[in-house]
């Protein structure tokens, strides 16, 4: 399924990822919540391929979806038949083309409504109110604000939400009161609070609808005890390019001040941070032939290199695993310091994806 090695499209780097990893994720999801799931696809689905993830979780029912920008709305709808809501700002410029193809709209001031209300005359524009509840991001503070907003014409409220800190409890309730009070004043169709993490910690808080996002793609949240039901989804790949025998004493890389203690076997990998993979220095592992090895130096802009001593039968073409597999994403994810849902957005588009569906590559490449 992974010999790749004949496809120029898969010789340098790539990622592996399961559909139907991702679809059972959104099923158990469903399971076990039982409100609507909006799953949220941005940042092209946090890496993994928004067009093609939404075909499949249309396939299991879900009908709206969340994206941050309307670029990746339009992306969306030029593709399929769906409800796209945006969580951020929909520029003034675009907010035509918006209202023109039904993309929902996040309207989080009374500024900013009156601007929609303006551009919303050959029809309503759908909006979903957003409530800054305590995160302080995006949203209205002022309920007599947004009472004054929802009054505006050309406004078709079909929602209102918010998004939790997820500092502590105490904040957490603090924020679900103030959104109840929102809520009781304008009596939205739908209204939902929270997200993949709030979806395990507060089931109470369910409402209408969870947005789902970093469960989909096998993020499963901290602390939370039956992580069977949030599988992992992806694998990040790479080859050898070059081995190289480097004796003791001699330095990696750029502006390198750590001299080898040992003659060493250095293997070239062919991607670097301009792939996503963390700019770590001497630190972190990948797995090569189904053992650790160490990175050595800087971790460079399309290559890397790393320690195969240990692994003897190493050789230029084999295939390396940053993720997925000896290594897991929480673990690759802590290797450079990065939140989890990070290490998986940071994945850059010149890396090829390879699409797994009822165990065979159904699809190959980027889209």
Not at 57 to 72: D, Y
């Amino acid at each position: 399924m992974e010999s790749l090695a004949n496809d120029p499209r898969f010789s340098r780097c790539w990622t592996r990822i399961d559909l139907d990893t991702i679809a059972q994720n959104y099923e158990n999801a469903r399971a076990l919540c039982r409100s609507q799931l909006i799953p949220v696809l941005k940042a092209d689905a946090y890496g993994m391929g928004a067009v093609r993830v939404a075909r499949v979780l249309m396939a299991r029912g879900a009908k709206l979806f969340a994206v941050a920008t309307h670029a990746e709305a339009v992306e969306l709808k030029n593709a399929l038949p769906c409800d796209v809501l945006v969580m951020g700002l929909v520029g003034e410029a675009e907010l035509d083309e918006a209202m023109a193809r039904g993309v929902i709209l996040a309207v989080f001031s009374l500024e900013y409504a009156r601007a929609v209300s303006a551009h919303a005359k050959a029809r309503p524009a759908r909006v979903h109110f957003k409530v800054d509840t305590g995160l302080h991001r995006l949203g209205f503070s002022s309920l007599e604000e947004l009472r004054a907003a929802a009054a505006l014409p050309g406004l078709a409220m079909e929602g209102l939400f918010s998004h939790l800190a997820l500092r502590d409890r105490a904040g957490d309730e603090a924020q679900y009161a103030r959104l109840m009070e929102a809520k009781a004043l304008l009596h939205p169709p739908m209204t939902h609070l929270v997200d993949s993490i709030g979806m395990v910690r507060y089931p109470d808080w369910r409402r209408d609808a969870v947005r789902c996002g970093a469960w989909l793609y096998g993020v499963c949240p901290a602390r939370y005890d039956h992580p069977e039901r949030c599988r992992p989804v992806a694998k990040f790949k790479a080859r050898i390019a070059q081995i190289h025998f480097v004796p003791a004493g001699e330095r990696i890389g750029y502006d390198d001040d750590h001299c080898l203690a040992r003659d060493t076997r250095v293997a070239t990998l062919t991607a670097g941070y301009s792939d996503g993979a963390p700019r770590l220095r001497h630190s972190g592992a990948v797995e090569i032939r189904g053992r650790r090895a160490g990175v050595l130096g800087l971790v460079c802009m399309d290559q890397m290199m790393a320690d195969v001593t240990d692994v003897p039968d190493a050789q230029p073409g084999d295939e390396v695993t940053f993720f997925g597999g000896l290594i897991s994403l929480d673990e690759y994810a802590a290797q450079g310091a990065l939140n989890r849902n990070e290490a998986l957005a940071r994945l850059t588009r010149r890396v090829p994806r390879i699409y797994l569906q009822n165990g065979e590559a159904k699809a190959v490449g980027r889209f």
